[in-house]
């Protein structure tokens, strides 16, 4: 069967394109990526052919087509299992895919406030209590994977699993905008800042010129 390939966003912007890309890469599945870009007539054109749901990441792998980006390392799970991006015990399995999931439907207050920018110069924004209330469930969520099952590596559960690719943009919006946190959680953010993955994303984000944010250059 040819390679996976998977359809991404701009890697400036796109924290949903990033957490398949991280998630496929820290496995070493080998796919081909196609970014397709934001705004630009292409990206309706080229992704609804691919999806009716319009949205990146989507993969295509043989006949099947997954869009979403928590389906499609779920597929990836399913379809190496010898890559582990589960970790392996029932118990950190069911927590790893509880905070998963919370991740993918909530924290909207930072997602809203605190869009993931990778150029962006590093400065905070104005804090409010639904900023801070997410900035805090998430760093509990972190310290209590790390406590209960984070033994066996730097990672939410040791090794690098689903559950980080899932948090890697809120890393980097922790990051981007200053935003205070625990010398624990800092530790946390380092290791994935410090992945090749996120090292090989960044650097084609900051290769990029299209620019969407606003405060992209103050
Ligand atoms: N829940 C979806 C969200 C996907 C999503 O919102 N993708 C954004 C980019 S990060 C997108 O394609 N936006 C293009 C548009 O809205 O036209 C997932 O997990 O993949």
Same mark, same amino acid.
């Given at each position: 069967?040819?390679?996976?390939? #998977? ?10 394109? @990033? *957490? ?5 890469? +820290? ?7 196609? #970014?397709? $870009? ?16 319009? @949205? ?11 869009? %979403?980006? #928590? ?5 990836? !799970? ?6 582990? @991006?589960?970790?392996?015990?029932? /118990? /950190?399995?069911? +927590? ?6 919370? +991740? ?6 930072? *997602?809203?406030? &605190?869009? +993931?920018?990778? *150029? ?10 639904? $900023?801070?209330? %997410? ?5 509990? #969520?972190?310290?209590? &994977? ?15 699993? $689903? ?39 960044? /650097?084609? !984000? ?11 250059? %103050?």
């Amino acid at each position: 069967m040819a390679k996976p390939l #998977l359809f991404i966003g701009n890697k400036n912007y796109s924290s949903w394109s @990033l *957490r398949p890309y991280m998630a496929l890469s +820290m496995a070493g599945i080998s796919f081909e990526e196609k #970014l397709v $870009i934001f705004g630009e007539p292409e990206f309706g054109k080229v992704v609804k052919k691919i999806s009716k749901a319009g @949205l990146v990441p989507i993969l295509v792998h043989g006949k099947n087509t997954i869009w %979403d980006s #928590l389906a499609i390392m779920e597929y990836a !799970a399913e379809t190496w299992p010898d890559r582990n @991006l589960w970790p392996k015990s029932k /118990a /950190a399995r069911a +927590m790893a895919r509880s905070v998963s999931a919370e +991740m993918h439907s909530g924290f909207r207050n930072l *997602r809203g406030a &605190c869009p +993931m920018n990778l *150029r962006r110069p590093i400065k905070p924004v104005p804090m409010n209590d639904g $900023i801070l209330a %997410d900035v805090a469930r998430i760093e509990a #969520l972190w310290k209590e &994977c790390r406590k209960e099952h984070g033994r066996g590596g730097p990672f939410l559960f040791g090794k690098f699993s $689903i559950a980080d690719a899932m948090f890697a943009p809120v890393v980097t919006r922790f990051e981007t905008y200053d935003i205070r946190v625990s010398t624990d959680t800092q530790h946390y953010m380092n290791a994935i800042l410090a992945t090749p993955a996120f090292h090989d994303w960044k /650097a084609g !984000a900051l290769k990029e010129n299209w620019v969407f944010a606003e405060d992209e250059v %103050d």
